[in-house]
């Protein structure tokens, strides 16, 4: 009699901490600050908490019983078609970044992260949402997008108009042999030159992460680019030989000023991580119906670890003590951005304390 008793309390009290933990659960849920909704596999609502209610506008009772498509604006109804077949495969989608429609008819920029209810047996039978107003986030992103272009922009006008005022008084001061003046406009004429390389990185960083960025594809010469590419470095870090191995009249098909824009940052780069008086040296080779293009330096190195992390935005290499290396850290992704563009890769190859080597492919013309 006793044992009954006992295993009567027992069975209360596993009643009573199971209804406790569900009254917990249902108070996390309630209370959560994202939207938190569950549907049966064919897109019917069966919870709706009150962040859901919140962010859509829509009460318990004018959601539950009714399908999700409600929530999904016109020309994003196949993404629900797409969503259901992942999960019946059982597989949890993160941090999906989308559009819906409230109750009051706005879109709103939402985070979704999606995972299959399984049963007791382990099969799917519904599937677990929630769901992140992102909205003020994403028009702060938009905010800082637009400003950077229009200051870019803004800057481009007088920077130009500084650089054409150098170059006159540099012929002025040729003229009338004053050698004094023609250095002090020379070291203004690279820094000139500098800034706008940093206003079109920050032109080019906003039209990659906005899809913008596209590529020209003509024929065009290697070697008459790399020319280009030598007296323009050579301006700017005069301290430095950039010696050239390459073969006569190498004819490429590919985005000139863009491929411009990525030597010009290897080359920068190697030059910043190099001591003085050192040498760069670009070597180019044939490999069937490409050329190999290769940008060696003598400088610091780059560890493994970092190697790892080259190409991501704003991120700058920390093997030195030199705090005279400056830069913003997205002179190697918009290079990497534009190879990629032309279906290519930028590899590279370093040793601390021994130099690096950047490499890239490009097709040649069809003879």
């Known amino acids: 009699m006793n044992g009954k008793r006992t295993k009567h309390v027992e069975l209360i009290t596993a009643l009573e901490l199971a209804e406790a933990r569900s009254a917990m659960l249902a108070a996390i849920v309630d209370s ?112 800082k997008k637009n400003f950077v272009t229009i200051l870019s922009h803004e800057l481009k006008t007088p920077i130009t108009s500084m650089h054409a005022y150098i ?15 023609s250095n002090l406009l020379e070291r203004a004429k690279s820094q000139t030159i500098k800034m706008t390389s940093m206003i079109n990185d920050f032109l080019d960083l906003s039209r990659v992460e906005e899809n913008r960025m596209f590529i020209d594809i003509k024929p065009f010469s290697l070697n ?47 030059i910043k991580y190099s001591k003085d008086s050192t040498t760069i040296k670009i070597n180019c080779s044939i490999i069937g119906n490409t050329v190999k293009i290769d940008v060696v330096d003598q400088g610091i190195g780059i560890s493994p670890e970092n190697q790892k992390k080259l190409f991501k935005r704003f991120f700058r290499v920390n093997d030195t003590s030199d705090n005279k290396v400056n830069g913003l850290g997205i002179g190697l992704y918009l290079a990497a951005e534009i190879i990629k563009l032309h279906e290519g890769e930028i590899k590279v190859n370093s040793r601390l304390g021994k130099g690096s080597e950047f490499s890239f492919t490009l097709p040649l013309i069809p003879k």
């Open 32 to 143: 959560s600050y994202d939207a938190i909704i569950s549907k049966d596999l064919t897109g019917i609502v069966t919870s709706w908490n009150h962040s859901a209610q919140h962010i859509f506008g829509y009460s318990p009772d004018e959601m539950i019983g009714q399908s999700i498509m409600k929530l999904i604006p016109e020309e994003r109804k196949e993404e629900e078609t797409q969503i259901l077949a992942h999960l019946r495969n059982g597989n949890r989608i993160e941090n999906f970044e989308t559009r819906r429609v409230t109750k009051s008819g706005h879109l709103i920029d939402v985070s979704l992260t999606i995972s299959p209810v399984r049963d007791l047996n382990g099969r799917i039978i519904g599937v677990s949402k929630i769901a992140r107003d992102i909205t003020d986030k994403k028009q702060e992103e938009e905010r």
């Open 167 to 181: 170059q006159l008084g540099l012929a002025r001061s040729l003229k009338i042999e004053d050698q004094t003046l």
């Open 224 to 270: 008459e680019l790399l020319l280009e590419l030598i007296d323009e470095s050579q301006t700017v870090a005069p301290k430095f030989y950039i010696e050239v191995n390459c073969p006569p009249l190498i004819n490429v098909l590919a985005d000139k000023d863009k491929i411009g824009c990525v030597l010009t940052n290897l080359v920068g780069n190697a």
